[in-house]
């Protein structure tokens, strides 16, 4: 079974994570911060990742710390399911489209991380969150996932669906780079012979 489970704990935040990666999207999440557990469980159901996420963290500041720390904790979930990533398809890209707003991601689960972030908020805040901060999501879970991540709103005016578009992205995105391909299972998708 691919998973793994990953309990991060700094003066900032306490988060447990655990993933399946070959789930059903079920998933069991509480962050403090309800927007942020709304994208988690959106990760889980259109990845079909089987997803538990507990944080705590210092809300009395702001969402800063609690949305990054849970990308990080998040990503080095999916690595470590990953293990060596043999026979793993390596590359998914997605388009999703939410009412009037489409967003597109591109992954190489390589393990050279880096991301591309096109994505113009509307308005500063959801709920809690400052806007800002699902860049930060993102940039901490491609640094710890592993994952080259390109993720572009090519159109949208509504914030809540930009940001639920690109979280429902990288999950169809993911749930396509980390399938076994059939025809290449027992090797690793590189001519350098690892990720």
Known sequence: MREASIARK????????RIRLDGEGRYSV????????HMMEQLARHGLV??????????????????????????QAVSAALGDR??????????VPMDEAL???????????????????PTEKLGIMDTELFREWFQAFSQ??????????LYGT???????????????ALRAAMEIDPRRSDAVPSTKGSL
């Open 158 to 172: 509504n914030t809540h669906h930009i940001v639920e578009a690109c979280f429902k992205a990288l999950a169809r």
């Open 10 to 17: 700094t003066t900032e935040t306490e988060i447990d994570v």
């Open 144 to 153: 710890h996932a592993g994952a080259t991540l390109h993720v572009e709103c």
């Open 103 to 121: 967003v597109r991601v591109a992954l190489d689960l390589s393990n050279r991380p880096y991301l591309i972030w096109h994505v113009e908020m």
């Open 50 to 75: 089987d997803l538990e996420v507990a944080a705590k963290g210092d809300l009395h500041i702001d969402a800063h710390h609690t949305t990054e720390d849970t990308g990080i904790a998040v990503g």
């Open 86 to 95: 043999k026979g793993i398809r390596r590359y998914g890209h997605a388009y």
């Open 30 to 37: 509480s962050t403090g911060v309800g927007f942020l557990d």
